[in-house]
């Protein structure tokens, strides 16, 4: 069954750095996305992008964030100078259509 | 803004019975798409179920039920013969369908136990 790949599994940086985190998702689908969920908290949108844009973004999807569709198969989010608060699991997800959302195995990203 | 409502932050049942987490939402939308998602200690989100609004038909997934009160914004999921393989979170998500946004809503979760 196809699925949405998520690199690395756990990612440990120090405040101010810059972090990517990577994902693959399933080949023919159109929309992804990015959410993430502070431990022991709801999981929360981030961003959607479609057709090579954001379609849309939340409040907590500030400047410090960017996604990118570099080469057609992989999508990325940046976070330019990490915050002690962006400690969080981060899950991508992809969907052909909007009854069928795959999400990754996600990203443990710890900020010390 | 559609919000979605998980009452029970803790439900626990014995292995073999039959446990209803409870969950509702508000929206505007007549149209949308409702999920259980579930979420093991390995954090990954797996769907359990889906419901698309304009089926009155409640959805099944082999031990795995809704109840869809369209009227009431209610949508609650029904585990029978519960296994202890089915410990975990459960979230209740919502998405539109046509127009307006695509994302998942998601509500606060259920950490449902399952004991021997």
């Known amino acids: 069954e196809p699925e949405v790949t998520q690199t690395p599994s756990h990612q440990v940086t120090q405040m101010g750095q810059e972090v990517i985190l990577r994902c693959v998702p399933i080949?023919?689908?159109?929309?992804f996305y990015w959410y993430r969920q502070i431990l022991g908290q709801k999981v929360e949108f981030l961003v959607s992008?479609?057709?090579?844009?954001?379609?849309?973004k939340s409040e907590i999807f500030d400047d410090q964030f960017s996604v990118e569709r570099p080469d057609g198969s992989n999508f990325t989010l940046k976070i330019r100078s990490t915050k002690l608060e962006d400690s969080a699991m981060y899950f991508c997800?992809?969907?052909?259509?909007?009854?069928?959302?795959?999400f990754g195995s996600g990203t443990r990203l710890t900020v010390v | 803004a559609q919000t979605v409502t998980q009452s029970q932050p803790e439900m626990s049942v014995q292995e073999a019975e039959t446990v209803t987490l409870s969950c509702t939402y508000d929206t505007s939308e007549s149209d949308y798409y409702l999920f259980w998602y579930k979420q093991p200690p390995s954090r990954q989100m797996i769907l359990v179920i889906r419901q698309e609004a304009y089926k009155q038909q409640n959805a099944t997934e082999n031990r795995f039920s809704v109840n869809f009160q369209k009227a009431a914004k209610s949508f609650s999921l029904k585990i029978s013969d519960s296994q202890l393989g089915d410990a975990a979170m459960y979230f209740c998500?919502?998405?539109?369908?046509?127009?307006?946004?695509?994302?998942?809503?998601f509500g606060k979760g259920t950490k449902l136990t399952v004991n021997p």
């Open positions: 997800a992809s969907s052909e259509t909007r009854d069928g959302y795959t």
């Open positions: 080949s023919n689908h159109l929309y």
């Open positions: 992008f479609y057709n090579n844009e954001i379609s849309e």
């Open positions: 998500a919502y998405s539109a369908t046509q127009g307006g946004s695509e994302k998942l809503v």
